[in-house]
Nanobody, 124 residues
Framework: QVQLVESGGGLVQAGGSLRLSCVGSGGTFSSYTKGWFRQAPGKEREFVAAIGRTGTGTAYAESVKGRSTISRDNAKNPVLLQMNSLKPEDTAVYYC?????????????????WGQGTQVTVSS
């Protein structure tokens, strides 16, 4: 059983930056494709970014492309999401997820493991 714990959320002004971290335990954490998703109040959970097992492949939602970078270092465990030029519409709970799928899935339903989430609030 894989367990995921996110950290790094907080309150930031528009234009600022945050770096989210996801630490995994249990199972073979490094062998999973990892993703970040977010859910704003009253909205469905949506894909933000994903990174492949070896860290060489990445995918981003159009809404964050060019402003965010997902990375991982299997030796050190954490999967990171660096977010720059934050906007008020980026406000949401951000979730780390892991899937045994080998491709860079953007579908919520294809991820088997989820963290509890970390709140990101961007003020205007």
């Amino acid at each position: 059983q894989v367990q995921l714990v996110e950290s790094g959320g907080g309150l930031v002004q528009a234009g600022g930056s945050l770096r989210l971290s996801c630490v995994g335990s249990g199972g073979t954490f490094s062998s999973y494709t990892k993703g970040w998703f977010r859910q704003a109040p009253g909205k469905e959970r949506e894909f933000v970014a994903a990174i492949g097992r070896t860290g060489t492949g990445t995918a981003y939602a159009e809404s964050v492309k060019g402003r965010s970078t997902i990375s991982r270092d299997n030796a050190k465990n954490p999967v990171l999401l660096q977010m720059n030029s934050l906007k008020p519409e980026d406000t949401a709970v951000y979730y780390c997820a892991a899937t045994s799928r080998s491709w860079l899935s953007r579908a919520v339903g294809e991820y088997q493991y989820w963290g509890q989430g970390t709140q990101v609030t961007v003020s205007s």
